[in-house]
């Protein structure tokens, strides 16, 4: 004879389980949809932002703070290398003095001449992150068009 309590419940796998087990698991289940969710997100940003951009990606060294308190230096890809345009990066962090010292992060952000500001989430360290250095762009001037004198044709 089976005899059902209040803090019993079916689980989804067919067995009894206690209440705190079921919201364990479905508190897991929305951990790992949030997780793909964000994924899918940020796949989707570098591919629409690689057909769109008319420039080759581009190098970037900094300094990295994630919101839960550590600094670290960073070295990412950007999206551009031309310089006064919105980028996206991909990158990874040492954060100095943490229990756990990687990061990798997904960063939206401007770059100037030779330098870049940043913003993003480091999913290693599940913290918002912000980076600003040194990057490795062309500068508007240097881009300039070749203008022919109609005169000599």
Known sequence: MIIFRPEMIIGNN???CHNKTRNLETTLRIDTMKQLLVTAAATALLATTSFT???GPAAFVGISYHFGGKAGITAK???SDKADKAVAALGATYYFNAKAPLGV???LGYAFENAAALVG??????QPAISAGWAD???NDSARDVVMDTDEL
Request: no cysteine.
């Open 77 to 79: 890809v950007l999206s």
């Open 14 to 16: 067919g067995y009894i």
């Open 137 to 139: 762009v062309d500068d």
């Open 53 to 55: 951009v008319q420039a």
């Open 105 to 107: 992060d997904l960063s």
């Open 121 to 126: 989430y480091d999913f290693l360290q599940k």
